[in-house]
């Protein structure tokens, strides 16, 4: 590609397609749906008098649990004191899986930790009805039609926090406010600290993590009511069970199926990551004292070491809110704080206090959100990285989604993602920095591809994990680092799983020809040294002059 000229903007495909960065502006500014929906919320709850009838907890796909779920408790005790019938359900569209691309993990564990919570609330003779809207402008319309049939007058939620969802609560505001006659209550639930309060000593909301990080842990520590719990609803009584038995039986007729884009391929692959990720709170639970017993304590020294396996993988538990932060926090603190919820490296073990800094980096991810939303419509927080013109390498693109790029360390994480639906924090670093950085391409098609892979994927997380930077990995050096030994990449390499020493990490340069020829090992797609060059001279050529 010439260098000479300049263009307006990249092209994408019909996957990455975005809006201008002028209207990005508007988003963030005069039109910020979270602002906008606290204040209608706000506005509505307190004014709105309406007469109780039927109570409804609305579960959305980031709070699948019913322990310390703070709209589910809010709802429970509504129905308590009005002496109403508690209901809930979860409204489903098949083409929300599609449009963010939710992969087969991610969509299964959360059927599965849905029908564990519905079993759950059963027994408490409370329903969980799950509603099926075919279309995404639909959800408000068939929420609605649920409202009215089964008499509610009262409906709790959980906030989320990107734009999509923001504007689907604005819009079921704008459906039941003309009648007066429904109340909508939204519960700030993903995060210990409320999204965008945390602000800078000029007043605006920090936008770096480092002090965000550091105010999150003040936060914390001078408000301990910060972690309180809330625990499970209370049961509705048999004769209201038998007042809405048509709903129990409803919800056993119609419990959906994922649609055919999102089953494993096989049932052989659905056991296998159904057993490295087995659905449900208490499972969660479990995972979590087991990291917090076995693995907390070498934390810090060994998270970003790939084979030493040192991660909590309480990711997916997260990402379907299937475990609470608060409880999770909680725990911590008196499992292995002493009681204490100063955090901080002065007042935590190393271990803790450095996993709960990753724990924090989640809360920022959902700060940023709020504050610059449109990090979650396709385009990078920095707007001028969409003035890049990105590389057409159709073959480096499959060969990094295959893991057969020719450099070790980037292909084994691609690998353990094929295998296991998952990929440690260390691997996600370089597989992105080489697919930018080193293919040149677009950084959404990797965004996208974990979308469509990962059984944690988050948006919030994975946007802003995305996020396209000046910083480079050089994945030969980080394996070097972060695999000394090379196990992790021998376990998920074969190929190379004989090779001796330090040719591991870099084997077509490390060892001679005929040796390397008989590895059955491909050559590296591109030259680190050269691709990287290109980049950065890419970068201050479309950058330079951008005027997002």
Not at 384 to 410: A, L, S
Request: glycine fraction near 6%.
């Amino acid at each position: 590609m010439g260098e000479g000229k300049k263009h307006e903007r990249s092209l994408s495909s019909d996957l990455l397609k975005h809006p201008s960065t002028k209207r990005a502006k508007e988003v963030d500014t005069t039109e910020n749906p979270f602002r906008r929906l606290e204040e209608r919320i706000e506005a509505h709850t307190s004014s709105a008098k309406v007469k109780p009838r039927n109570v409804l907890h609305w579960f959305r796909s980031k709070d699948l649990r019913a322990e310390d779920n703070r709209a589910l408790n809010a709802a429970s005790q509504k129905a308590r004191e009005t002496g109403s019938v508690l209901l809930t359900c979860f409204l489903y569209s098949p083409k929300d899986l599609q449009w963010h691309g939710t992969s087969p993990a991610r969509s299964d564990f959360m059927f599965e930790c849905i029908r564990l919570v519905q079993e759950q609330l059963g027994c408490l003779n409370i329903p969980l009805v799950i509603l099926t809207a075919e279309a995404r402008d639909k959800k408000g319309e068939q929420l609605m039609d649920f409202i009215k049939k089964h008499d509610v007058s009262h409906v709790y939620a959980n906030y989320e926090y990107e734009v999509d969802e923001l504007r689907r609560d604005l819009d079921l505001l704008d459906r039941i406010e003309p009648d007066g006659n429904v109340y909508f209550e939204l519960h700030h639930d993903q995060t210990v600290v409320v999204p965008g309060t945390l602000l800078t000593g000029s007043g605006g909301p920090h936008k770096v993590f480092t002090p965000y990080h550091k105010s999150w842990l003040s936060t914390v520590s001078e408000d301990p009511s910060l972690l309180d719990t809330v625990g499970l609803p209370e049961a509705n009584d048999k004769a209201a069970r038998q007042q809405v038995q048509e709903l129990f039986d409803y919800q056993k007729k119609t419990f959906p199926s994922l649609p055919k884009d999102k089953l494993f391929p096989s049932d052989e692959d659905r056991k296998r990551i159904r057993g490295l990720w087995p659905a449900g709170h208490t499972a969660g639970m479990s995972r979590l004292r087991e990291f917090l017993h076995k693995k907390c304590d070498t934390y810090a020294k060994n998270r970003s070491i790939p084979a030493e396996d040192n991660s909590s993988r309480m990711s997916p538990y997260f990402a379907a809110g299937v475990v609470s932060i608060r409880q999770v926090l909680s725990t911590s603190s008196k499992e292995c704080n002493e009681g204490s919820v100063d955090f901080s490296s002065s007042g935590a073990d190393a271990g803790l206090a450095a996993w709960i800094r990753e724990i924090v980096f989640r809360e920022f991810y959902r700060h940023m959100m709020v504050v610059i939303p449109h990090n979650g419509m396709n385009l990078p927080q920095n707007l001028k990285f969409d003035f890049v013109e990105w590389e057409d390498d159709e073959e480096g693109w499959r060969k990094w989604t295959e893991g057969t790029t020719g450099v070790p360390f980037v292909d084994a994480g691609m690998r353990q993602l094929t295998s296991e639906a998952y990929m440690h924090n260390r691997l996600r670093m370089n597989v992105s920095s080489y697919l930018r950085t080193n293919l040149l391409l677009d950084y959404r098609r990797g965004e996208r591809w974990f979308a469509e892979n990962l059984v944690d994927w988050d948006l919030c997380n994975n946007t802003q994990g995305w996020e396209p930077s000046y910083t480079v990995f050089n994945p030969i050096s980080q394996a070097e680092k972060c695999d000394p030994h090379g196990d992790f990449i021998r376990k998920y390499v074969p190929e190379l799983k004989d090779v001796k020493g330090k040719a591991i990490f870099d084997p077509l340069n490390r060892l001679d020809k005929e040796e390397f020829k008989k590895l059955g090992y491909p050559e590296p797609h591109v030259d680190l040294k050269e691709s990287k060059e290109r980049c950065l001279q890419r970068h201050k050529h479309d950058m330079a002059d951008a005027d997002p």
